[in-house]
């Protein structure tokens, strides 16, 4: 049983979450400069769109096993568990778990639609709608070059600006901007992965980004998305879109340097993860530059 339970907390990958977590708590922060904190609501969003991304994590490795791109040999499936390729739990359970989980996380963001207004549906509706067509047919347009926009849309502006607006119940400026700069390092997450797998993926007949420009473009692209990210920073310091306390972000520069020159030698088979680790130092650290800043 122990096992069993294991197997379905790594399927979600629970990891991720900390992506969301930050997207959210950013929307949140950058509220709570702008007035009164409401906890509960804030407790409700965090819930609700974790539910989201652990369906869609679901139905994304359900789709992508179903379609051949996720296989034992590929690198996602030899660096971090995947119970759905080891054979661990049934193709149909976990296509039924994760309609489950979207339809609990619908009724959450349900209640705040109609307690806070309805742009939290519109935002929420187009959220479930990506998440299932990203590599459901007959859209699955993750595998024609649209997966990193979608992941920057998702993590970036309407996670930010949704968390601000059931807080305010309004949309911001300042939240939209400094959604920028994150949502971009989290798209670089999935670039990386696209990155590592081109010959892979060109075996499957996918179309991505990083096969489009090939490899060396590819990475100039990459090393060009971090930098901006950083750039964004600095322009909203500024411009005083941020505060002073947002210098803190530059003190994941290091990991970035770090990851850049890993990446110019060489693709590493973890490259997703390393570059997740910079998204969670950089996230952080942007979360709490706001955090400061609404405390004082």
């Known amino acids: 049983m122990h096992a069993l339970y294991r197997n379905w907390f790594l399927a979600s990958r629970p990891w991720s979450f900390i992506m969301t977590a930050i997207s959210i708590g950013v929307g949140g922060a950058v509220a709570a400069i702008n007035g009164a904190f409401l906890w509960g609501l804030f407790g409700l969003t965090l819930l609700g769109t974790v539910f989201l991304h652990a369906a869609a994590n679901l139905i994304n490795d359900y789709y992508d096993v179903r379609s051949g791109v996720d296989t034992v040999k590929v690198s996602t499936a030899i660096y971090r568990p995947h119970p759905l390729v080891e054979g661990k739990i049934m193709p149909g359970s976990i296509h039924i778990a994760a309609y489950?989980?979207?339809?609990?996380?619908?009724?959450?963001?349900?209640?705040?639609?109609?307690?806070?207004g309805w742009p939290i549906l519109a935002?929420?509706?187009?959220?479930?709608?990506?998440?299932?067509?990203?590599?459901?047919?007959?859209?699955?347009?993750?595998?024609?070059?649209?997966?990193?926009?979608?992941?920057?849309?998702?993590w970036g502006p309407l996670m930010v600006e949704g968390a601000?607006?059931?807080?305010?119940?309004?949309?911001?400026?300042?939240?939209?901007?400094?959604s920028i700069p994150f949502g971009v390092i989290v798209a670089l997450v999935l670039f990386a992965n696209n990155l590592r797998d081109v010959s892979h993926d060109k075996s499957r007949d996918i179309r991505t980004v990083a096969i489009?420009?090939?490899?060396?473009?590819?990475?100039?692209?990459?090393?060009?998305?971090?930098?901006?990210?950083?750039?964004?920073?600095?322009?909203?310091?500024?411009?005083?879109?941020?505060?002073?306390?947002?210098?803190?972000?530059?003190?994941?520069l290091p990991i970035a340097i770090k990851l850049l020159r890993t990446m110019a030698k060489r693709i590493p088979d973890d490259a997703d993860a390393r570059t997740a680790q910079l998204d969670t130092a950089f996230g952080v650290l942007l979360l709490a530059s706001l955090i400061l800043e609404a405390l004082f």
């Open 100 to 116: 489950l989980l979207f339809f609990i996380g619908a009724v959450m963001g349900l209640w705040l639609a109609a307690t806070r």
């Open 212 to 252: 489009i420009l090939g490899p060396r473009k590819g990475f100039y692209l990459y090393a060009g998305l971090v930098a901006l990210a950083y750039l964004c920073i600095l322009l909203m310091l500024v411009t005083r879109v941020l505060s002073l306390w947002s210098f803190l972000v530059f003190l994941s």
């Open 164 to 178: 601000y607006y059931v807080q305010r119940q309004t949309f911001s400026a300042e939240a939209l901007y400094i």
């Open 123 to 154: 935002i929420g509706g187009v959220g479930i709608a990506a998440s299932i067509t990203y590599t459901a047919p007959p859209f699955n347009y993750k595998y024609i070059a649209l997966g990193e926009f979608s992941v920057f849309l998702m």
